[in-house]
Nanobody, 115 residues
């Protein structure tokens, strides 16, 4: 069974940094693309960043230049380094993978950017 467990959220001031991590189990991790989504209160869930199996990355425009997604195929983790955080980055952040014909989500980790 596939499990995704996020960690690293918290409260940070505007301009600060956080690093989110997601540990995956139950899949051949290195074969799959991994995603970070976020969902702010009252808004739709949006794709923030993606990292393919070959390590290539894509980002939504609002985080380009501030967020960096990376993966470690030894530890089966995908991380999201978030710098220059803004109040509009406040959301629950979710790890996601599409594998074996299904879609899997973690429970999410809350990021709050506020002074």
């Amino acid at each position: 069974q596939v499990h995704l467990v996020e960690s690293g959220g918290g409260l940070v001031q505007p301009g600060g940094s956080l690093r989110l991590s997601c540990r995956a189990s139950g899949i051949n991790f290195r074969l799959y693309a991994l995603n970070w989504y976020r969902q702010a209160t009252g808004k739709q869930r949006e794709l923030v960043a993606n990292i393919a199996s070959d390590g290539s990355t894509t980002y939504t425009d609002s985080v380009k230049g501030r967020f960096t997604i990376s993966r470690n195929n030894v530890w089966n983790t995908v991380s999201l380094q978030m710098n220059s955080l803004k109040p509009e980055d406040t959301a629950a952040y979710y790890c996601n993978v599409r594998a074996c014909g299904s879609e899997f989500w973690g429970r999410g980790t809350q990021v709050t950017v506020s002074s």
